[in-house]
C-alpha cells in the first residue's frame, strides 16, 4: 500500500492553524479568566453596597433616636423636622437596598429589615404626636422598654441577620475566587504545555519532512556529481520534494544516457582511426599474396594445384570484400543487394572457417539442402558479401566458444517471404546479453575486439532483418537470425 504524499504547503498550513489554535485558547482563557474576574469583582462590590447602605440605614435610624430624645428631653422644635429628613433618607437606602438585591435570600431579609424599620417609624412617630402630654413614667416606658428593649431590638436583630447572610455570600465569593485562582494558574500551564507539544511536534516535523528528505535530495546529488549516476534520490517525501527528487533522477538517467552516447561517440571515433589503419594494412598483403597466385597459376600445373591457387584467390577477394564491410560499419551501411541463394551465402561464410573447424575436431551440422529446399525456395535478394560476414562472425564465436570435438548445428526454415536460420552450439553459452544498440560487446576472445556481435546487429537491421541471442537448456547459445526474401530498397 503505497504511503499518500502530503503537500509542503497543506503542512505547513496545519502548522499554522495549530499556532492560531494555541493563541485562540490563550486569548479564550485569558477572557474567561477576566470575566470572571470581573464578575466575581462585580459581586463583591455589590455585596459591600449592600453592606454599605445596611450600615446607612442602621446609622440614620441611631440619629432618628437621637431626635427623639432631642424633641423630649432638650425641647428641640426642629428635632420633628430632622427625623422626617432621616425617614426619607432610610427609606431611599432601602430603595437602593430592594434594587440590587439579588436572590429570594437577600431580598427576603431586606423586605423583613424593611418591615422591622417601618414599625419602627410607626411608634415613634405616635410618640411625636403624644407629646406634650405622656407623662415621664410613660415616656420611660415607651422609651426604654418598647422601643429599645423591643423594636429597635428587633431591627437590630433583622440587621443582624442581614449582615451574617451578605457575610456567608461574601465567604462563598471569596471561596469561588480561591478556586477559580487555582483553576486560572492550572489553565495558564495548558498553553504552556501546548505550546511545548507544539514545538516538539515542530521540530520532529520539520526534521521528519524537511530537513531528512533534503538532506536525502543532496546527498543524491553528491553521488550524482561524484559519478555514481545509478544513485536515486527518494521519491516518498512531500510533494514538492518528491518532484525534485523525480527531476534530479531523471536528470541522472539522462547523464547515464548522454555518459553512453558520449563513450559509444568516443569508442566510433576511435575505431575510425584505427579500422581503417588495419585495412589498409592488410589489403596490402592481401594484394600481394593474389598477385602471386595469378602469377602462379600456370596451364601445366596439375589441376590439384590449380584449385588450390583459384581457392586462395577466392578467399583472398571475399577478405578484400569484408574488409570493404567493415570499414562501412563505420558509415551508414547501404546494402547492395542482388540475387542469390542462401546456400551459397553460408557455403561463402563457412569456407574461411575449414580449417578452424578441422583443428578443434568440430561436428558441424548443416542443413541437407538436396532435401530440404528447393532452387527456387533458396533465392534470397540481399547483399551476399555483409550476410556471409555475419554468419562468418557468428559461426566463428560459436566455433571458439565450443571445446574441442564440440558440435555446432546450422538449421534453416523458410517461409513464403522469410528465412529464419538458427546456429545452435554447446559451448559454456553467452556470459552478457548482447545489446543491439552498443558500439561494441564484451568478449571472452584473448584478442577479441568485440566488433563482431555489433557488427552483426547492424548488418541485420540494414538489411530488414533481426538478430536474437538465447541461451540453450542444456548450456550453450542460439543465435537466431530472421531475414526477408527480398530486401526493399528506399
Known sequence: MTKKKTSLKNLLLLHELAFILLIFLVAAIGAIGIHFQEKSSQESNRISLIVQEVQQTRGDLYRQMKELFDAYFLQDAEARNEYN??????????????????????K???????????????????????????????????LN??????????????????????????????????????????????????????????????????????????????????????????EENINELASLSRAINEMAEKLITSQENLIRTEKQAAQGLLVPMLAHNIRNPLASIRATAQVLDEPELDA?????????????DRLERWTGALLAYLHPLKPQPGKTSIKEIIKGALEPLQQKISAKSIQLTIPAWHDSITASADTIFTDQHLLEQVIYNLVLNAIDASSKGGQIEIQLATTSDEFTLLILDDGNGMPFTPDPSAMSAPTT??????LGIPFSFKV???????????????????VTIKLPKSIELN
Do not use: M, W
Not at 90 to 102: D, P, S
Not at 445 to 450: I, V
Open 85 to 106: 429628613n432621616f425617614t426619607l433618607s432610610v427609606e431611599r437606602h432601602f430603595v437602593q437596598l430592594h434594587r440590587i438585591a439579588e436572590g429570594e435570600a437577600e
Open 445 to 450: 576472445k584473448r584478442f577479441g575486439t568485440g
Open 460 to 478: 541485420c537491421d540494414a538489411l530488414g532483418g533481426s538478430l536474437q541471442f538465447s541461451a540453450r537448456p542444456n548450456g550453450g547459445t542460439v
Open 108 to 142: 427576603t431579609a431586606i423586605d423583613d429589615l424593611h418591615a422591622g424599620y417601618k414599625a419602627f417609624v410607626k411608634e415613634t412617630s405616635a410618640l411625636f404626636d403624644l407629646h406634650p402630654n405622656i407623662t415621664g413614667d410613660e415616656l420611660r416606658q415607651r
Open 304 to 316: 590439384e594445384t590449380r584449385e588450390s591457387l583459384q581457392g586462395i584467390i577466392n578467399t583472398v
Open 145 to 234: 422598654t418598647d422601643l429599645e428593649a423591643g423594636l429597635f431590638s428587633r431591627y437590630e436583630s433583622l440587621l443582624a441577620h442581614t449582615e451574617q447572610l451578605l457575610n456567608e455570600k461574601q465567604t462563598e465569593l471569596d471561596l469561588k475566587l480561591q478556586e477559580s485562582k487555582h483553576k486560572s494558574n492550572f489553565l495558564l500551564f495548558t498553553p504552556l504545555i501546548l505550546a511545548a507539544l507544539l514545538l516538539i511536534f515542530s521540530r520532529i516535523f520539520l526534521k521528519r519532512s524537511i530537513v531528512k528528505p533534503i538532506e536525502d535530495v543532496l546527498k543524491a546529488t553528491s553521488e550524482i556529481s561524484a559519478g555514481n549516476l545509478s544513485h536515486k534520490a527518494p
